[in-house]
């Protein structure tokens, strides 16, 4: 017993749209066993498939076959997902947070931002 990639990849919540989940295939964000795979290509449980979703990718296992698209608690029990942890992120060297209501930064204040930011030297007319 087999379904289409495309079609599993839909059912179990991975895509919003089976559309999108040809598209993906037909674009090579889909692989199967580490081979690219077309849409109509057929999966079975015990498959590993790495899905390219905005740049990064999941590694799932197919443990249940599904046709329809179903609620998240059963999709989720029809897949093993692989996926390693992303690494952690740096808060505050992202983001420079103010008080709000602080007004506007001072020079002083938006130099320290800048440098936070990764942004140390000022050249306004580039």
């Known amino acids: 017993m087999s379904v289409r990639v495309d079609s599993w990849l839909w059912a179990v919540r991975v895509y919003k749209t089976r559309s999108a989940a040809t598209t993906a295939c037909r674009a090579g964000h889909v692989r199967v066993n580490g081979e690219k795979a077309k849409a109509a290509q ?3 449980p015990g498959d590993e498939l790495r899905v390219r979703i905005a740049g990064f990718d999941r590694i799932l296992v197919v443990k249940e076959l599904l046709t329809k698209r179903v609620g998240a608690p059963i999709a989720a029990a029809a897949m093993e997902d692989r996926t390693p942890a992303p690494p952690p992120r740096e808060h505050m060297a992202m983001h ?3 008080d709000r209501g ?11 931002i800048d440098k936070l930011r990764g942004r140390d030297e000022f050249t306004p007319y580039e």
Do not use: W
């Not at 602080?102 to 320290?112: I, L, M, V």
């Open 96 to 98: 420079a947070v103010r």
């Open 42 to 44: 057929a999966v079975k």
């Open 102 to 112: 602080a007004g506007r930064p001072t020079k002083r204040e938006r130099r320290d």
